[in-house]
């Protein structure tokens, strides 16, 4: 049984950081697409950004509203997503979503098969 469970969600001021993380059991994040996703009240859900990493190389993509501010990784060892996220905007504000995909890489429609629990940030102005 696959399990996704973020963490690292919170409450901060406009420019400031938070970092999330994602824990999989049952399934592996290398080789495969993983990514996050949010959900503002009110708002359909959006991809933020993906990630999908090899023995050697990696391709990210983002969303636009976010590149330049917020980083994906991927740690193999530990088998987590992260998602850094600097220079918050109170627009950031959403419930953030850890998904992860059986395909082998990341393209547009890619349908992503497992979902985490979600972690909220709330940006304060």
């Known amino acids: 049984q696959v399990q996704l469970v973020e963490s690292g969600g919170g409450s901060v001021q406009a420019g400031g950081s938070l970092r999330l993380s994602c824990a999989a059991s049952?399934?592996?994040?290398?080789?495969?697409?993983a990514g996050w996703f949010r959900q503002a009240p009110g708002k359909e859900r959006e991809l933020v950004a993906n990630?999908?990493?090899?023995?050697?190389?990696?391709?990210?993509s983002y969303a636009d509203s976010v590149k330049g501010r917020f980083t994906i990784s991927q740690d193999s060892a530990k088998n987590t997503i992260a998602l850094q996220m600097n220079s918050l905007k109170p627009e950031d504000t959403a419930m953030y979503y850890c998904?992860?995909?059986?395909?082998?890489?990341?393209?547009?429609?890619?349908?992503?098969?497992?979902w985490g629990q979600g972690t909220q940030v709330t940006v304060s102005s």
């Open positions: 049952g399934y592996t994040f290398s080789r495969r697409c």
């Open positions: 998904a992860a995909a059986l395909a082998s890489a990341c393209y547009g429609g890619i349908a992503y098969k497992f």
């Open positions: 990630i999908w990493t090899g023995a050697s190389t990696s391709s990210t």
